[in-house]
């Protein structure tokens, strides 16, 4: 084989062991469903073997579908110069890219090719990450998005600091911090994690003291609903009971959002929230880009 072919089908899969991976199976395990073994799977999947009509219905009823044979191709096109959906995702959890492949046990070379489509992931490696970013792991071309200005100094003026005191607490330089906020330097997972811990603690006039409204907003599939337990709600007569929209919290449904509403420190009507953006409620929400 040429060098040119090598480059052309190298992190390449065939149509078989994709339909596979889609499953969340791996060709062994897609053998065995089928009953037969992986190197009678390999041979269909590269053409070197027909699809008997007993497999082809194997196939049917195990992938939903009768892959091609011998067609290969990539998890996603290659991401080359730009910033790629994973890493992005990452930054967005603080985490570097070092830091999502130790969570997936592999590599950090083969974490940056898995990212940018130079390479498969497998499917125990792909659930792992998968579950790092708390999303799918696409391969595809991300904006690399900026600080959200606005977000910072908002921030800063509830805690009623400066830009110079926010680099002294976040252990940085004035100057590391103005670029950052002018755009002229990238915001790192570290240095974003210690921007966030400075400037989204609660300042005391945040607090609630007491709690008097209780919301939770949940989704599950394609259903969503909320739940508000409060004083002033029907049940039991002190009125702590619970008004509900949408029903009640089905089992295995997640938190969209959640917060308390009472006063604050000053007397003033204050909201504190429970479910949060985390670390990219400092990061303008950037759309990702056709690869």
Same mark, same amino acid.
């Given at each position: 084989?040429?060098?040119?072919?090598?480059?052309?089908?190298?992190?390449?899969?065939?149509?078989?062991?994709?339909?596979?991976?889609?499953?969340?199976?791996?060709?062994?395990?897609?053998?065995?469903? %089928?009953?037969?073994?992986?190197?009678?799977?390999?041979?269909?999947?590269?053409?070197?073997?027909?699809? !008997?009509?007993?497999?082809?219905?194997?196939?049917?009823?195990?992938?939903?579908?009768?892959?091609?044979?011998?067609?290969?191709?990539?998890?996603?096109?290659?991401?080359?110069?730009? $910033? $790629?959906?994973?890493?992005?995702?990452?930054?967005?959890?603080?985490?570097?890219?070092?830091?999502?492949?130790?969570?997936?046990?592999? $590599?950090?070379?083969? %974490?940056?090719?898995? !990212?940018?489509?130079?390479?498969?992931?497998?499917?125990?490696?792909?659930?792992?990450?998968?579950?790092?970013?708390?999303?799918?792991?696409? &391969?595809?071309?991300?904006?690399?998005?900026?600080?959200?200005?606005?977000?910072?100094?908002?921030?800063?003026?509830?805690?009623?600091?400066?830009?110079?005191?926010?680099?002294?607490?976040?252990?940085? $330089?004035?100057?590391?911090?103005?670029?950052?906020?002018?755009?002229?330097?990238?915001? !790192?997972?570290?240095?974003?994690?210690?921007?966030?811990?400075?400037?989204?603690?609660?300042?005391?006039?945040?607090?609630?003291?007491?709690?008097?409204?209780?919301?939770?907003?949940? #989704?599950?599939?394609?259903?969503?609903?909320?739940?508000?337990?409060?004083?002033?709600?029907?049940?039991?007569?002190?009125?702590?009971?619970?008004?509900?929209?949408?029903? #009640? &919290?089905?089992?295995?449904?997640?938190?969209?959002?959640?917060?308390?509403?009472?006063?604050?420190?000053?007397?003033?009507? !204050?909201?504190?929230?429970?479910?949060?953006?985390?670390?990219?409620?400092?990061?303008?929400?950037?759309?990702?880009?056709?690869?």
């Amino acid at each position: 084989m040429t060098a040119t072919n090598t480059a052309t089908t190298r992190g390449a899969e065939s149509e078989l062991r994709a339909a596979a991976r889609r499953r969340g199976l791996t060709m062994k395990e897609l053998a065995a469903k %089928m009953g037969t073994t992986p190197s009678y799977l390999s041979q269909i999947a590269t053409g070197a073997r027909p699809w !008997s009509p007993a497999m082809r219905e194997k196939a049917a009823v195990v992938l939903g579908e009768v892959p091609g044979q011998g067609i290969v191709y990539r998890q996603g096109g290659p991401v080359n110069g730009e $910033s $790629s959906y994973i890493r992005e995702r990452a930054r967005e959890l603080g985490m570097s890219m070092q830091d999502l492949a130790e969570r997936a046990g592999v $590599s950090y070379g083969y %974490m940056i090719q898995a !990212s940018r489509g130079h390479r498969n992931m497998g499917v125990k490696v792909q659930k792992r990450v998968e579950s790092a970013l708390q999303a799918p792991a696409k &391969v595809e071309l991300a904006r690399c998005p900026d600080v959200d200005r606005q977000a910072v100094w908002e921030r800063m003026d509830a805690h009623g600091i400066s830009q110079n005191e926010v680099a002294r607490r976040a252990g940085i $330089s004035s100057s590391h911090l103005s670029q950052i906020m002018n755009g002229q330097r990238s915001l !790192s997972p570290g240095i974003l994690k210690k921007l966030h811990g400075v400037l989204f603690q609660r300042t005391p006039a945040e607090r609630v003291m007491p709690a008097e409204v209780k919301v939770l907003g949940w #989704r599950k599939g394609e259903r969503s609903g909320m739940v508000v337990r409060g004083a002033g709600g029907p049940g039991r007569g002190d009125g702590g009971g619970t008004v509900r929209t949408g029903g #009640r &919290v089905p089992w295995g449904a997640k938190a969209e959002y959640a917060f308390r509403a009472g006063y604050d420190g000053r007397g003033r009507v !204050s909201v504190e929230h429970v479910v949060e953006r985390g670390y990219s409620a400092m990061l303008t929400q950037a759309e990702p880009v056709a690869a």
